[in-house]
Structures are given as structure tokens and as C-alpha cells.
């Protein structure tokens, strides 16, 4: 297993294939696993040097139960950290819900190091993440109840394990309400932007409005899709990503 330590926690985070660097971020209660469970690292892995990252409070990084842990600058410096562990200056990055939100953070603090971005089913406006938090309940047994609700007819078992497996502590610290950071982030997202979200997303608005504010974005909708589906749309993300991906060298 291979880690940084940033700011005193452990990243954990893992690379597969060859080619100009992508940092995969998932979502919330999720782990740098679930790109692989869901093909996108398969699909992705001949063309790009794919980086799994655990954020901190999942998977096999550390969890702290300090609030201030999970500020986004620092979740940020994460992502940094893990890109200077190795060698790389600069890197695509794609992060979805969660993981999309770090995105909006590397654009604020770090836009130096990113190449690109795509970004799925997030947006950089307030937000009340109490449904989010409501996913995990901290009970053992309503947690499970919740997840087999939610998630069974979308995971296979080793990710329904993981997710289980979550330390909800760390993840009510992580799904804290947002602020909205558009002001500081927008202006320094100058590179190139691919959004994408479901057309049942109760965030679609939020993403569409971020989109036209960039000159240099485009956005895809998924039909039919909401929150919890999308990403599942391996074949046609993979299809925009690469086609964008190679449209931003």
C-alpha cells in the first residue's frame, strides 16, 4: 500500500497504467476502489497513468474527527500532496460529487497544478448537505438498512462492504453544509472544464449555471440519471473524457 502524509494524516492512494497523469476522486463514503468496480479505470488505464485516492475520513487513509481537517484547502493539499509523492507537477483531474467539490478547491488554491478538469455532479454554490448526511446514519444497523436502500441495486458486494465499513464520524464532518466558494473559484478556472451530471440531479441547475459562467466549459447531461446513477454511465463518460482529455493537451 502506498501513502503521503499530509499535515499529519495518511493519503492512501494507488496508481494503475501509463500516460499523462489523472487523479480519480470519488464521493462521498466512497474510495479510490470504486473507479474500479465501475470500469472507468479498465476504460481509462491504456491512455492515462490513473491515481486512486482515498480523501481522508475514507477508505485507507486516516480519519480524523477534527473539523478542521476536512476544510477544503486542506482536502486540496491532499490532492498535492499526493501529486508531489510522484513527481508530477501537473495533472488532469476528475472528481465526481465529493470528489467534484475537491475540484472546485484545487481550482481555488492549487490552479497551477491542474491541467484540466472534469468534474461531475457538483457545483460551487451553498448547500445544505443534511440529505447526504442522513445517507449515514450512525447506528451499525441503520447504516446497513441505508445503504442496501440507497446503494444495493447500484454496488457490487465489495463496495456495499466499504461503504458499511465507513467511520460515519468522519464522514458528518466531511458532508458539512457549504458556503458558496464561486467568487474565489470561478475566476481562476481557466482551464480547460468538463461538467457532467443526470438530468434528474437536483444539483443539474446549480452544475448548468457554473458551466456558463466559463468560457472554456462544456456539459453533459445524462437522460434519465439522477445523483446516484450517473457515474454509473461508465461507456459514454468515458467516451467525453477521453475525447475531451485529448482535446486539452
Not at 488505464?45 to 476536512?70: M, T
Not at 509523492?85 to 470528489?99: D, E, K
Request: proline share 5%.
Amino acid at each position: 500500500m502506498t501513502f503521503v502524509t499530509n499535515r499529519g494524516v495518511r493519503i492512501h492512494y494507488q496508481t494503475i497504467g501509463e500516460g499523462d497523469p489523472l487523479v480519480l476522486h470519488h464521493g462521498l463514503g466512497g474510495s479510490g476502489a470504486d473507479w474500479i468496480d465501475l470500469g472507468y479505470v479498465d476504460a481509462l488505464k491504456d491512455r492515462h497513468q490513473v491515481i486512486l485516492i482515498d480523501a481522508r475520513g475514507h477508505g485507507q487513509s486516516d480519519k480524523p474527527h477534527d473539523p478542521a481537517a476536512y476544510d477544503l484547502v486542506v482536502r486540496a493539499s491532499d490532492v498535492v500532496a499526493v501529486l508531489d509523492g510522484l513527481g508530477h507537477r501537473t495533472s488532469n483531474f476528475f472528481g465526481y460529487s465529493y470528489g467534484g467539490n475537491a475540484a472546485y478547491g484545487l481550482a481555488q488554491y492549487y490552479p497551477e497544478r491542474i491541467r484540466s478538469l472534469v468534474i461531475g455532479a457538483a457545483h460551487p454554490y451553498a448547500e445544505n448537505l443534511q440529505p447526504f448526511r442522513d445517507l449515514f446514519p450512525s447506528d451499525q444497523a441503520a447504516l446497513a438498512a441505508s445503504i442496501d436502500k440507497i446503494f444495493g441495486h447500484l454496488v457490487p458486494n465489495s463496495w456495499r462492504t466499504r461503504l458499511v465499513a465507513n467511520d460515519v464520524a468522519a464522514i458528518h464532518l466531511a458532508a458539512r453544509d457549504r458556503s458558496s466558494i464561486a467568487d474565489d473559484a470561478l475566476p481562476k478556472m481557466t482551464m480547460p472544464c468538463l461538467f457532467f451530471v443526470g438530468e434528474l440531479d437536483p444539483r443539474l441547475a446549480a452544475v448548468q449555471e457554473c458551466a456558463s459562467q466559463l468560457t472554456n466549459a462544456t456539459l453533459l447531461v445524462l437522460p434519465g440519471c439522477d445523483h446516484m446513477t450517473a457515474l454509473g454511465q461508465t461507456e459514454t463518460v468515458v467516451a467525453r473524457v477521453n475525447t475531451f482529455l485529448a482535446s486539452s493537451r
